[in-house]
């Protein structure tokens, strides 16, 4: 797979973001089951509502720059200066648009803490901005040890802060705080790898390019977050704040394996695949090979934690959340299916082809909010009903698009994924089976045994069956265990 320096900087990036990210999940997850606790449903809902507002400023002033800088072969000074001053004027400009707008989407919510609420979390874009260049610096060199760092320690400092208010009875507030206090954490952390302080004298055409690659890169993030998050808006509008919140919970714990493991397979991937993208077969090769490993590491944990979903959120989130135990079990289909297609858009991306992702989202945004507002009428279940009959058409039209491009079958796909699909299917067959034998047994203990059964029966399968895959997979992670993947 490529040179062999290239393939010490991809094993390094899985190193270095898979430690850093087991450390930061530790702890958040734990900081987020100890708050849920804590604080009300309807509190989670309008820092979900908050959210979309942000995230929606967030990309337009992102622009993609960071991703412009990445995919190119070679860059300048001047073009990364000028890249600096345009994100942050960008950035600045989006924070006083979500001020003033700030009344406005706490009142079509409904919501009027909101108004402040936002123009808190808002103060993030502007410190965001700040990262643009000096991310790009530490990805186009693949230091993935650096950014990984960076990241945990800005993690871990959002997580303190929300636990610490939140035991100290701040109650909403210190779900607004704590993405405040990541992106300064991340922007004082970022910044020394720009070396000095960028020069503000630059030419427009300096950064012309960047900023070209950057609109079609932002004009599909700005799809994508408009299908993706569609589901958020219908919700808050038409169901409520306490809806609302039941089902970002659900919906949180749905795409764990999404958000957190994939994340990093993405991080590394596009970087990696952009130093490919001359040679279709060594892309090709490693792309399956990703999309088998994520899927190999995802599956048992989502699937897993859908089949002992109500012990876990009983034992762990208290009764108050049980009526999101339906919900995030349907939901895991559908992260299924995502997690399978995390690694088609940076594929596409890296080869410059962002028009077909564009075009991918654009779909998705004509389709999934239509489906989201015809569920909505029948109540949290009838969004989840959207998501099932309409993903799967989208999937196949995104699969289509990146095997064309790489020169695959659907086949070869298919055989990537079928190490996971079949040990996740009789781990799940064999959990339902313990369960149904130890019915009258206590929570702990019905949830302990069906994560050692579930465990055994999934990695038994993996043995028996793919042992050629298991003998690949620990070779590699015996390579980052003798520190062969940290010299990249």
Request: hydrophobic content about 55%.
């Amino acid at each position: 797979m490529g040179s062999p320096v290239l393939r010490r900087s991809i094993f390094s990036g899985f190193a270095w973001q898979g430690a850093t990210k087991l450390v930061v999940q530790l702890t958040s997850w734990a900081a987020t089951l100890f708050v849920a606790r804590i604080i009300a449903p309807s509190d989670y809902g309008i820092v979900a509502a908050a959210g979309v507002s942000v995230e929606l400023i967030v990309l337009v002033t992102d622009m993609g720059l960071a991703q412009g800088l990445i995919q190119k072969a070679q860059t300048s000074t001047q073009e990364e200066d000028g890249v600096f001053y345009v994100s942050l004027a960008l950035g600045i400009a989006g924070y006083l648009l979500l001020y003033l707008a700030a009344p406005m989407i706490a009142g079509f919510y409904r919501m009027p803490v909101l108004s402040e609420l936002l123009r808190l979390i808002g103060l993030g874009i502007v410190l965001g901005s700040l990262k643009t260049v000096p991310l790009a610096i530490a990805m186009r060199r693949m230091n993935f040890r650096y950014r990984s760092l960076v990241e945990m320690g800005a993690s871990l400092a959002m997580t303190l802060t929300v636990v610490a208010l939140a035991l100290t009875g701040f109650g909403v507030w210190s779900l607004a705080w704590g993405p405040v206090v990541l992106h300064a954490v991340m922007a004082v952390g970022f910044l020394p790898l720009l070396g000095r302080w960028p020069k503000p004298v630059f030419s427009i055409g300096d950064v012309m390019t960047t900023i070209g690659f950057g609109i079609k890169f932002m004009g599909s993030t700005l799809l994508y977050y408009g299908w993706s998050r569609a589901d958020v808006m219908v919700i808050g509008k038409m169901l409520g704040e306490r809806l609302l919140g039941y089902y970002s919970m659900a919906f949180q714990l749905a795409v764990l394996p999404l958000d957190k493991i994939a994340t990093i397979f993405n991080q590394v991937m596009f970087p990696a695949l952009s130093r490919l993208q001359e040679d279709r077969l060594e892309s090709s090769a490693l792309f399956l090979q990703m999309h088998r490993y994520l899927l190999l590491i995802s599956f048992p944990l989502l699937f897993g934690l859908a089949v002992v979903a109500e012990e876990a959120i009983l034992l762990l989130l208290t009764a108050k959340w049980l009526p999101i135990v339906p919900l995030f079990r349907a939901l895991c289909l559908v992260s299924s299916l995502r997690l399978s297609a995390t690694l088609m858009p940076p594929v596409l991306y890296a080869r410059g082809k962002p028009e077909l992702v564009l075009r991918y989202n654009a779909l998705a945004l004509l389709g999934l909010p239509v489906a989201f507002l015809l569920g909505a009428r029948f109540g949290l279940g009838g969004v989840i009903g959207a998501w099932l009959l309409a993903y799967p058409l989208l999937y196949v039209y995104l699969g289509r698009q990146c095997l064309q491009e790489l020169k695959l079958g659907w086949h070869d796909l298919a055989w990537s994924a079928l190490p996971a699909v079949l040990a996740a299917a009789v781990m799940v067959g064999a959990v339902l089976v313990f369960r149904q034998l130890v019915a009258d047994a206590g929570p702990w203990w019905r949830l302990a045994g069906s994560i050692a059964v579930g465990a055994a029966a999934y990695l038994g399968v993996l043995i028996l069956l793919f042992r050629r895959h298991v003998t690949a997979l620990k070779s590699q992670l015996l390579q980052l265990r003798r520190g062969e993947a940290f010299n990249g």
